[in-house]
């Protein structure tokens, strides 16, 4: 299996179902669909995405049935970048080396952008026709629980009020796994729920979307201490220089990169009840952990 | 019918199921919750839920039923003043004489407030086991589309780039219909919907909703010229200041007031196929027209 290869058909999917999905640029009024398309189509990894289509393809081939609710987590997942980078949050001028959507369409059109992906997300999930009512109202409350105040915003919340305090490992954990976790969770559990998973295969993805998103998380606090700014698109040291609290900021850089081993290993555990089938999410997950971008 | 009562009784119902829905104060990060019921518990005339009962109870009297969409029309709506309000969009320090959430909280914590209270109705939305789930389908649809770019969030933006410009007729009635009109029509819409309306009768619940969500907001901006700051719990003239496109700005305030009667009158004009069921949409219909608040 050729997972560069395997990757980039997956992301062309996403892509032009999001195209299919999102309003077009000419679409009245004009500048809200051009902002919107401007921060979905740059050069996001689509990994949310690509994770629902992972474990749904456990279920069933036609990738079709997974598409509306993948991308509807690339939305989510794309709105929180947009209001994170607002001046009022994290400030951000750049983003995978582009000028953040605020830089470009202003403060009030970014955080309208930003709705605008939240409620089209909810949007397309209520059209998906192509699921039964049952599974699709079991979708938006997963997405719906992993994106709200005891989810991704929760984690945000918690991350803004610590910046500049000594954070606990407790608290950064509380952090990770709701800001980032939450979501990459909910996308594995997604492609199961649509999928028809039973109830100890969803634990079993479960174990794998929740370590795979702490893993992810802390990587990403290695790469900012010692990835390449050309490859990751942005300066690094930033979470030094804005006093975040950080994995490896709180145990060590070594540490850090054993916990990210002993996640991967974790997320593998229990996948062999898929037998053969779940050759993708393996080496999926150890692509992951082995990124510097 | 004694209108004033029957609009304390149905707030009071509304206020209740909210207190129910939306996650206590203390409910772990604090700030966040602390946040969103400050602001959803500001003292709103809960105008578009009691618009929900109001059509759900041509159909069915057991308002359990309808309570779930309404309060995820109010949180909507909600959340889209804590937008409104800020900095970047209309920078206000006040709304219904209370500072604006940005102004206790801090402008992150708005953004999230707002963020989460959108995420919030769906989530309600979607966990309503009240109906059955074609018909909550359908309300997700419906709201979804009235509160994204095609509706509430297109009127805003359109809104936002006018505003120091010349708006001709046309613009300023894609402003009003989307703007505020979309989410009126909606709840209207909504309780005909979950009630299970014929497609005659969504027709004239549609023309309703429609009719009084344009007389709502000439209503507002007649107040904003001639409205009493006490009652009103805002500063008026605002919109001259601010240079807003108005229809009593476009049209004259002797014409903005004939408008409003003419929309008055369209609303009520097909409810007769509804015979004495549809006294409390009529009664309604006038208190909002009649309004000084």
Redesign the interface.
């Known amino acids: 299996m050729n997972m560069e290869k395997y990757l980039q058909e997956r992301k062309a999917m996403v892509d032009k179902a999001l195209h299919r999905l999102i309003?077009p640029e000419d679409?009245?009024?004009q500048?809200?669909?051009e902002s919107?398309r401007y921060s979905i189509f740059a050069g996001g990894k689509r990994l949310r995405p690509i994770l629902t289509l992972a474990a749904g393809e456990l279920y069933n081939q036609d990738l079709s049935r997974y598409l509306p609710a993948a991308c509807a987590l690339e939305m989510i997942h794309c709105?929180s970048l947009i209001?994170d980078d607002?001046p009022?949050?994290d400030d951000d001028d750049y983003r995978r080396g582009k000028l953040t959507n605020h830089k470009v369409y202003?403060?009030?059109?970014a955080?309208?952008a930003?709705?605008?992906l939240?409620?089209?997300a909810?949007?397309v999930?209520?059209?998906d026709s192509l699921n039964d009512?049952?599974a699709?109202?079991k979708v938006?409350?997963e997405i719906?629980?992993a994106?709200?105040?005891?989810g991704m915003?929760?984690g945000?919340?918690?991350d803004?009020?610590s910046e500049g305090n000594p954070v606990s490992a407790d608290t950064l954990n509380y952090i990770h796994s709701r800001k980032t976790g939450a979501l990459i969770r909910a996308s594995v559990r997604v492609g199961g729920i649509l999928g028809g998973a039973g109830e100890e295969e969803l634990k079993v993805l479960t174990r794998y979307g929740q370590c795979l998103g702490l893993a992810f998380q802390i990587i990403d606090d290695i790469l900012d201490i010692e990835g390449e700014e050309s490859k990751l698109g942005k300066k690094t040291g930033m979470d030094i220089q804005k006093r975040k609290a950080t994995y490896p900021g709180i145990h060590g850089i070594e540490p850090a990169r054993e916990k990210v081993k002993e996640l991967y290993h974790a997320s593998l555990s229990s996948l062999e009840i898929f037998e053969a089938r779940g050759e993708a999410l393996k080496i999926l997950a150890g692509f992951l952990v082995n990124r510097d971008y």
Chains 1, 2 share one sequence.
Do not use: K
């Open positions: 309003p679409a009245y009024p500048m809200i669909h919107i709105y209001h607002l009022a949050m202003g403060e009030a059109m955080v309208l930003g709705d605008a939240l409620t089209l909810f949007e999930l209520s059209r009512s049952g699709i109202i938006m409350q719906a629980a994106s709200g105040t005891a915003i929760g945000q919340v918690v803004l009020l």
